[in-house]
């Protein structure tokens, strides 16, 4: 029943924490440390939002290196 759920949240997310990345991706990315974090994943939340089919590993990646 976990496993479903999950696979739900990344299918229809919701919060930040939905996203298929999360803050310590983007630190490895390039994305400095702090409140840049915060705005980048918010960024990509809003894009996931936007389109459920971006929150992709993948797809995340690539667009917060563009953020960076």
Partial sequence: AMER??????EHPHRVRDLAIGGDELLELG?????????????LLDDVLTDPARN????????????A
């Fill in 5 to 10: 759920t999950l696979a739900a949240e990344r």
């Fill in 31 to 43: 994305i400095p440390e702090g409140p840049a974090v915060g705005r980048a994943l918010q960024a």
């Fill in 56 to 67: 992709t590993p993948e797809w995340l990646r690539e667009r917060a290196k563009a953020l």
